[in-house]
C-alpha cells in the first residue's frame, strides 16, 4: 500500500496559501504609492575656496536638504543627491554632457565653454542660474615660481616652463595676459598641469613657474614653497565662479533649482556670520587651511560671496568668449540666451530679499572695530590689517604700520602667529603680511611702511618716495612693537 500525504482544509477555515494570498494583497492595498526617486548629481571642487559654499557647505551642514520642496507634487518624490568632486571645471562639463551631473559649479572661463558645449549641441541647454563668488577685478587666480627662483614677473618666464591646467579659468587669465601685451603662448614653454601636479612640479623645480586658480596661487606660498609673481587683478578684467544646471533638469524641476539658490543663500550668510569659525571648518572638509579660506572668503577678502547675476558679469563672459575665439579655442556662443535669472528671482523673492538691490552692489562685507593697540576705529577697510593668533582668534588693525607693530607685541609676549594680513597699496586686495614686499622709508621721524604684492611695484614706490624695498622681516624690525 502506497501512503500518500495530503493537507485538506477544514471546512470553513481557507488554505495557507490562500490565507498568505489574501495577507499580501492587503498589505500592498495598505502601502501607499511607490516614491519617485530622483536623483540629482551636483558636481562641485571642494579645493576651489571661492566655491565651496555651492557645494561642500551645503553637503556638510546639509542646507539642500533643508529647502528642498516636499509638497505638492513633490510630496512623493524621493531626492538622492550625489556630490561629485573634481579639481576643476571642464570634467564637471563632461558629466553635464552625460547626464550623470545636472548641477555644476566651475570658473569663468569653463563656465562659457560649457554653455557654448551645450549650445552646439544637438540635446538640452546648460543654463547659468548663479554666482557664487567673484573678484571684480580679477583677483584670485595667479601665477607662482618657486621661493627660490630668481623670476619676479611674468616676462621673466618667457622661454621658460610653464604650466596651467587648460581650460580654466587660469588659463583664460594667462591668455588674457599674454594677449594684452602681445606675447604668443608659443613664446612659453606652455604646459597643461592640474593643481596637484603643478604642485609638486614646482616643488621639485621640474617647472619655473605654474598658473592656476583659487587658492592655489595663495595656498602654495602659504606653505612655503612659492612666491606670487602674478596675480589676475592686472588684467582688470573680473573674475567669479558660477553655478549652470541643465535646461531639461531645470525645465522639469524648477522648484529644486529655487532651493537649491536658497541653500546657497543661507551658506553665504553662514560663512560672513562667523568667518574664522567657518574657515576653520572648510579645512577639516577640504584640507585648505583655514588662513588660505580666511583670506578669500573673512571680511574685506579677496572675494565677494555674491549669487546675483550682474550685468557686468555678463559682459565679462562676452569678453572672454572674444578671447577664446580669437584663438580658436571655442565655439560660437550666445551670453545672452545661457544666462537664466528666474531661478534667483524667485528664491530672493521667497526669501523676502531684494534681488535687485543686491545686484546692483558691488559691496563686500569689511573689516571694521575699534584699533586695540593704535587706537581709534577702523575707517578705511582696505588699509587696516589682521593678526590671527593661534588659539586666540582674529584681531584688525587700522593700518599695516599697527598690524605689524601688532605682531610684534604678539611674538615678544610668546603668542604663534598663524596669519597675519595687509592690503596691496595699489590694487587693495589682501595679502598675507609675510609674503609681501615694503616700500620702506621715515616720514616725520615716523617709520613708514608700504606693502605690496609685487616687488617691481614696491621699487616703484621706494624709488618715488626716497625709501628702499625690504622684507617682511625688515619691515618689522622698522615698526618696532
Known amino acids: ?231 589676475g587683478v592686472e588684467t582688470k578684467v573680473p573674475t567669479f565662479h558660477g553655478v549652470v544646471v541643465r535646461e531639461d533638469f531645470a525645465t522639469k524641476y524648477p522648484e529644486v533649482v529655487v532651493a537649491y539658490i536658497k541653500a546657497l543663500i543661507e551658506a553665504n550668510d553662514w560663512v560672513r556670520s562667523n568667518p574664522a569659525e567657518a574657515a576653520a571648518r572648510i579645512e577639516q572638509w577640504t584640507r585648505v587651511e583655514k588662513e588660505v579660506a580666511y583670506i578669500f572668503l573673512g571680511p574685506s577678502g579677496v572675494h565677494t560671496l555674491d549669487p546675483t547675476i550682474k550685468p557686468k558679469w555678463v559682459e565679462t563672459i562676452k569678453y572672454d568668449h572674444g578671447v577664446l575665439q580669437r584663438m580658436g579655442r571655442v565655439k560660437d556662443f550666445d551670453a545672452d540666451a545661457w544666462v537664466d535669472e528666474s531661478y534667483l528671482r524667485q528664491a530672493y523673492a521667497e526669501l523676502g530679499l531684494d534681488y535687485e538691490q543686491q545686484r546692483a552692489s558691488l559691496d563686500n562685507y569689511e573689516i571694521g572695530g575699534t584699533d586695540p593697540l593704535c587706537g581709534g576705529s577702523i575707517d578705511t577697510p582696505r588699509k587696516a590689517g589682521e593678526v590671527w593668533i593661534d588659539g586666540a582668534g582674529i584681531t584688525a588693525y587700522k593700518s599695516t604700520a599697527c598690524t605689524l607693530a601688532a605682531v610684534n607685541k604678539a611674538v615678544g609676549e610668546g603668542k604663534k602667529i598663524g596669519a597675519s594680513y595687509v592690503f596691496d597699496h595699489t590694487t587693495r586686495i589682501k595679502l598675507f603680511a609675510d609674503k609681501a614686499f615694503y616700500s620702506l622709508a621715515s616720514v616725520d621721524g615716523k617709520p613708514s611702511v608700504v606693502a605690496f604684492l609685487l616687488k617691481k611695484d614696491a621699487e616703484a614706490h621706494a624709488a618715488a618716495n626716497g625709501g628702499k624695498v625690504g622684507s617682511y622681516e625688515e619691515a618689522l624690525a622698522l615698526i618696532g612693537s
Open 1 to 231: 500500500m502506497t501512503a500518500h500525504s495530503s493537507i485538506t482544509a477544514r471546512p470553513g477555515r481557507k488554505s495557507l496559501a490562500s490565507r498568505l494570498g489574501t495577507l499580501a494583497l492587503g498589505c500592498c492595498l495598505s502601502l501607499p504609492a511607490m516614491a519617485e526617486v530622483v536623483t540629482i548629481g551636483i558636481g562641485t571642487q571642494n579645493t576651489t575656496t571661492n566655491t565651496v559654499t555651492g557645494g561642500i557647505v551645503l553637503k556638510e551642514l546639509g542646507l539642500l536638504e533643508k529647502h528642498l520642496p516636499k509638497t505638492g507634487k513633490y510630496q512623493n518624490i524621493e531626492f538622492r543627491i550625489q556630490w561629485q568632486n573634481f579639481t576643476s571645471g571642464p570634467p564637471v562639463t563632461n558629466g553635464m554632457v552625460a547626464d550623470t551631473l545636472q548641477i555644476g559649479m566651475m570658473g569663468d572661463y569653463p563656465l562659457l565653454v560649457n554653455g557654448a558645449t551645450f549650445q552646439n549641441a544637438n540635446g538640452t541647454n546648460s543654463r547659468l542660474i548663479a554666482l557664487i563668488a567673484y573678484n571684480a577685478d580679477g583677483a584670485g587666480n595667479g601665477v607662482v615660481v618657486h621661493k627660490d627662483s630668481p623670476y619676479y614677473e611674468l616676462a621673466d618666464l618667457k622661454g621658460k616652463k610653464l604650466s596651467v591646467p587648460f581650460g580654466s579659468a587660469a588659463h583664460g587669465m594667462l591668455l588674457k595676459a599674454f594677449e594684452d601685451r602681445g606675447w604668443k603662448p608659443e613664446d612659453f614653454e606652455l604646459s597643461s598641469q592640474s593643481p596637484e601636479v603643478g604642485t609638486s612640479s614646482l616643488q621639485e623645480k621640474r617647472i619655473d613657474g605654474h598658473g592656476d586658480f583659487v587658492p592655489f596661487a595663495e595656498l602654495l606660498p602659504y606653505r612655503g614653497f612659492a612666491r606670487k609673481i602674478f596675480d
